[in-house]
């Protein structure tokens, strides 16, 4: 008995080599929490917007451009003589909001954006999803139509339009992610009293990287009601795009094809008046550029002796 | 009856027994930073992690290291991005270990206060991949309180961290490791 009791002993002076020692700092250590990040490349997936937010202090500046209907022909340089531009800034206020500004050239729409990341996806164990609450207020600039009579009145409330989107979106593997977007589009007016102010929508989207750096996106927003609005007199269309991404340090660039001109939630989700079955198809591309504004918590840049020029 | 309590006894002399001669000192804030830029490099290419766990035993003269990839913080967002997504594939990869010995433990004394040249071998594990590394630097004692300094050179290609063509020249071979680490008693 004494015997077992000195081998214990023993043993137990023996035991700690530097395995063991790993197998003890690991039973100190809280359980880490594995984060999945760069579900997308950019903040937006090709139209609309993806689940990623912007770091911390970082700003990012977007050029958005849709060219004129290809089936336009050669009359109209396949629709390179007829442009529309979204100009847009966003920043991120920090990990998990992000706020933005946009000007449009369709009907000089100017947008307030709000990005909000609710849940985050994690490896072994944890939410499977990425959440995240997109909300978008805009206001077309427009001059005001000439109203029948002097009863009439253009209410300032008449140009304003409301986008809420949640987006629900994975990363599957490191090539592929792929995410859903419940839309909820609200018009303060519309044309005829026929349609709904609302638009519900479901959206689908993903981004396959086939190389180090580029992908290839797709995008499409399902209407589940007011289907059959009209904008001035035009049928109305679901919004389908595909795209190409290439990453080039601190650019993103994006080209697309897509049915939809207009670059707010509330004309490509709802008011596409052009159609993939006509070949009403717009070449298009986004230019996102960041700006690193406050330097991350955590890193200190590294003192000055000399190696400086390096920068 | 006798038998056990004596039995007891001694088991519980030996129990206290490691319990004072175990010296172990630990830290979860341990500073480790690495290095890449070359001269050619538009930016500068460094990382900061000041989340690193250290677990060393005095009496053997083991060192343990521990780090989460995605801890290690840029001056820009977006390299922080590259680099866990294109180089480290921390997603995969989600934690680098050292699992070392110090060489010429009869040379330090725990006991004394000062400051003690230290060497350490043993096997590092990044992205996944397994490398022998030998790394000098310093043992400080103050008290209760041991300090780590240690600088080395670790080459990419060892552990399988691809750089592409197009960025070869911007982004060195071997990174340069710079370890700081303040353990306490445990």
Redesign the interface.
Known sequence: MIGLCLAVTLFSAIKSSAQDLMAELNNDLPKQKNYAFATFKSTRLIDGATVECLGQGVLDFRISHRFGDVSQGLSDFYGMDNALTRLSLDYGVNKWLMVGIAHNVFDKEDNGDIKIKLLRQQIGGGSPVTVSYFGSISVQTTPAPTLPDSTYKWLFSNRLYFANQILIGRKFSKTFSFQLMPTLVHYNLVDSSKFSNNTFALGAGFRWMFTRSSAVTAEYYYRLNNTNMLVQGQPTYNVFSIGYEVETGGHVFQVMLTNAQGLTERTFIGQTTQSWSKQQLHLGFNISRVFTIVKPKGYVAPAKDGDDKKW | MK?IL??TG??LI??C??SVY?Q?Y?T?TGKISF?A?T?T?P??I???N?EV???L?T??G???F?L?V?GF??????M??HF???YM?S??F??S?F???ITNLSEINFGKDGTYNATVA?KMNMHGQDKEITATGTITVAGNKIKISAKFKAKLDDFKIVV?NLVADKVAKEALVTVDAELNQK
């Open positions: 038998k004596v039995v001694l088991m030996a129990a027994g490691t175990a172990k630990m979860r290095d830029s001269p490099s930016e500068k460094d990382g900061k000041n766990a250290c677990l035993d009496k053997t083991d060192v343990v521990q989460q995605k913080k840029f001056e820009k967002q977006l922080e991005e866990n997504e294109k594939e997603d995969r989600p934690k270990t699992n070392a010995k043993g592409p």
